[in-house]
């Protein structure tokens, strides 16, 4: 009787191998079409962008909509199609279809990782982008209210699952929600209470917290502003403890809001167009500096790192003309290209233009000179 009981087991065990071997059999071929399909329709829209937002070609412009409308409705569209439909509203200026998109794949893929380079879970970035969105389309009530959602999420939940450390992300949304209350509401008791609260998180061991020093920095430069004045905050401002963080501080910013080209950018070659016409974008609608001056700093330090000089060039002296937490950071970005390219006449004057408006990056300055001096020697 045992013998017959273990045949058939084993039988059932070996019905159902066939079975399940019969079921991936197929459903292989279905899965690969539905990823060729998939990547059919994302490389025919990075191609139909790039016409567009190069030729200004009106036919590429309904194709790309078209496109975008299609990559929705696929059976699993995924999180990244998502994202790059809600990047493509952009770009054409539909921003009510922007938040749409966005509120959608929030509610579909929360704690997915978002399509952006970093470990952000797509709840956190997808407010992001739509606090982004508002405040282009001037809705400051809808901006505020998104972000204090997002505070609210970080600040319940110890750790979100896929975001290593939240702290840098309260310190953001409490730098923007300072700048709605200073600027749009003019309520500076609110707005100092937001800066303050930057100053309350503890930065946490190791690499992660590089990025807390620049943000308290930069917090206590608005505070100033708001406090004593532009004129005596631009005297006291002095650089934060690490340059490089500053600079990626920038980087972070176009990333997490949706100003960076990714993830349509990773469709496509020659994509750098779409980044360009989102920062510039954003320093024209923009109701946010924040916004303004992150998307002028980060492709800058982008374009520069490629060693495209002359496109940095522009956003960096754009960005040093203003009067900002950024604006001296953005000058020494600018004297280092002029230096790359030999032009030392050039880069000296800068870093004097510097160290004259702001009074408190001297020392910056002098330091850089020797670095140069000595690699000249060298």
Known sequence: MRTYIKLFFACLVILAGSSLANSTSQSVPNNREKRLQKYRIKKALGEKVISWLSDGNDLAAAECDRLADSLLSLEEPGVSSYFIAAQVAKLREKRDKAISILENVIGRYPDEKAPIGIHVPVKIVGRFWIAT????????????????????????????????????????????????????????????????????????????????????????????????????????????????????????????????????????????IVTEVLVDQTIKNSASRIDRDSARLGYGFDQQYKGNFAKAEKYYLSLLRDESFFSPIAGICLAGCKMAQGKTVEADSILEQVRTKYPGYDSAVTELKESWNKSKNN
């Open 133 to 272: 969105v508002a405040q282009q389309s001037g809705d400051i009530t809808k901006a505020k209210k998104v972000y204090e959602t997002i505070l609210t999420m970080l600040e319940r939940e110890e750790k979100i699952e896929r975001l290593e450390d939240n702290g840098g992300l309260m310190m953001m949304c409490n730098l923007y929600l300072a700048e709605i209350e200073s600027k749009h509401l003019k309520r500076k008791n609110k707005a100092l209470a937001r800066l303050e609260a930057i100053e309350r998180i503890k930065k946490p061991k190791g690499q992660l917290g590089t990025g807390y020093d620049s943000y308290k920095s930069w917090a206590a430069y608005e505070r100033s502003v708001v406090v004593r004045g532009k004129v005596q905050a631009i005297q006291d401002l002095v650089p934060p403890p690490e340059m490089m963080s500053a600079y990626l501080l920038g980087v972070s910013h176009i990333l997490l809001n949706g100003i960076a080209g990714e993830p349509l950018a990773g469709s496509t070659k020659g994509m750098n």
